[in-house]
């Protein structure tokens, strides 16, 4: 089995940050996990720098990195300004998202549903013709903060529509953690059979503590592509209580002690995840970086004991 890993850590990851990370290093960065094995990176947001000042250099970071043929390179955009930025940053996918939760989707990009499925048709429109994809992620997809959870059908529904109106993918989004195991392997099956020629990305949030079961779970409902970010940093600044994704290295140790495949290096991550501290400038979530992987032993105590 192969899963597909995204890395969402210079997007989703910094945009919480407050402490100004400087665009050279986020630059920098990309290009360490361009060389990782990552199917795709989100590298940045192409949104109002008064409400995410930590992406205001959204266009320097995009055309600055060093572009690896074999890694999609994407930009979430809130609306058809932010899309026609992409577009002159040479973006290869565009993520457009939009909540699950009538009430998230007005606290978040200030818009009803109706709005943001007629922004989201403008944005296909800017960009038929082009080589650029156009992803469509469902925020708070298991749950919201403000209307709790939200129903499979309504999830469905949604779906519907946005690949109408033109979306070639869409990402389920745990936005705030509300999810649990048994729900994202019964939407997980459910989605792959209503919709079986659709690549689905599952997006989780660490936030109480379900995110590595949830991605088995989404595993056993048959989805073979995730979001992560390096160190389990991130949240969405809109929604209560919102803390970290799910940990790349974390996820990536997991199914590789499981067997399962990912083609993501967890020794160059592990590198690179070091380096986050003193970026950030903050301790971070992710818990292989601090205990190490299961194959990394260590001298016998017994042997110590008897030198003496």
Same mark, same amino acid.
């Given at each position: 089995?192969?899963?597909?890993?995204?890395?969402?850590?210079?997007?989703?990851?910094?945009?919480?940050?407050?402490?100004?990370?400087?665009?050279?290093?986020?630059?920098?960065?990309?290009?360490?996990? +361009?060389?990782?094995?990552?199917?795709?990176?989100?590298?940045?947001?192409?949104?109002?720098?008064?409400?995410?000042?930590?992406?205001?250099?959204?266009?320097?970071?995009?055309?600055?990195?060093?572009?690896?043929?074999?890694?999609?390179?994407? =930009?979430?955009?809130?609306?058809?300004?932010?899309?026609?930025?992409?577009?002159?940053?040479?973006?290869?996918?565009?993520?457009?998202?939009?909540?699950? +939760?009538?009430? &998230?989707?007005?606290?978040?990009?200030?818009?009803?549903?109706?709005?943001?499925?007629?922004?989201?048709?403008?944005?296909?429109?800017?960009?038929?013709?082009?080589?650029?994809?156009?992803?469509?992620?469902?925020?708070?997809?298991?749950?919201?903060?403000? @209307?709790?959870?939200?129903?499979?059908?309504?999830?469905?529904?949604?779906?519907?529509?946005?690949?109408?109106?033109?979306?070639?993918?869409? +990402?389920?989004?745990?936005?705030?953690?509300?999810?649990?195991?048994?729900?994202? @392997?019964?939407?997980?099956?459910?989605?792959?059979?209503?919709?079986?020629?659709?690549?689905?990305?599952?997006?989780? &949030?660490?936030?109480?503590?379900?995110?590595?079961?949830?991605?088995? =779970?989404?595993?056993?409902?048959?989805?073979?592509?995730?979001?992560?970010?390096?160190?389990?940093?991130?949240?969405?600044?809109?929604?209560?209580?919102?803390?970290?994704?799910?940990?790349?290295?974390?996820?990536?140790?997991?199914? &590789?002690?499981?067997?399962?495949?990912?083609?993501?290096?967890?020794?160059?991550?592990?590198?690179?995840?070091?380096?986050?501290?003193?970026?950030?400038?903050? @301790?971070?979530?992710?818990?292989?970086?601090?205990?190490?992987?299961?194959?990394?032993? &260590?001298?016998?105590?017994?042997?110590? =004991?008897?030198?003496?």
């Amino acid at each position: 089995m192969m899963i597909t890993i995204n890395e969402v850590v210079t997007r989703d990851g910094f945009q919480l940050e407050g402490q100004w990370i400087p665009t050279d290093e986020k630059i920098n960065l990309i290009n360490r996990l +361009s060389e990782a094995g990552f199917h795709k990176i989100e590298v940045t947001s192409f949104v109002s720098s008064v409400h995410v000042p930590q992406l205001k250099d959204a266009a320097e970071v995009m055309k600055g990195i060093t572009r690896n043929p074999n890694v999609t390179y994407v =930009a979430l955009v809130p609306n058809l300004k932010g899309a026609q930025r992409a577009l002159e940053a040479d973006v290869d996918e565009v993520n457009v998202v939009i909540s699950a +939760s009538a009430t &998230h989707n007005l606290a978040n990009i200030r818009q009803t549903h109706e709005q943001s499925l007629a922004g989201l048709k403008e944005i296909v429109s800017l960009f038929k013709g082009t080589r650029v994809k156009v992803n469509t992620s469902i925020a708070t997809t298991f749950g919201c903060p403000f @209307e709790g959870t939200i129903q499979p059908e309504a999830v469905c529904n949604f779906i519907e529509n946005y690949l109408a109106a033109g979306a070639d993918s869409i +990402s389920l989004a745990d936005t705030t953690g509300m999810a649990h195991p048994v729900q994202v @392997e019964e939407l997980s099956r459910k989605v792959l059979e209503m919709f079986p020629n659709v690549p689905f990305t599952l997006h989780f &949030h660490n936030t109480r503590g379900m995110g590595m079961a949830n991605i088995l =779970a989404g595993i056993q409902g048959g989805i073979t592509q995730f979001d992560a970010a390096i160190s389990g940093i991130g949240g969405c600044p809109f929604a209560p209580g919102a803390t970290g994704n799910v940990c790349t290295e974390d996820v990536v140790h997991m199914l &590789h002690a499981m067997g399962i495949k990912t083609g993501v290096d967890l020794d160059q991550i592990l590198s690179i995840s070091k380096t986050l501290p003193k970026l950030i400038g903050h @301790e971070t979530p992710g818990q292989i970086i601090k205990a190490g992987k299961i194959t990394d032993l &260590h001298p016998s105590p017994l042997k110590k =004991a008897e030198s003496y």
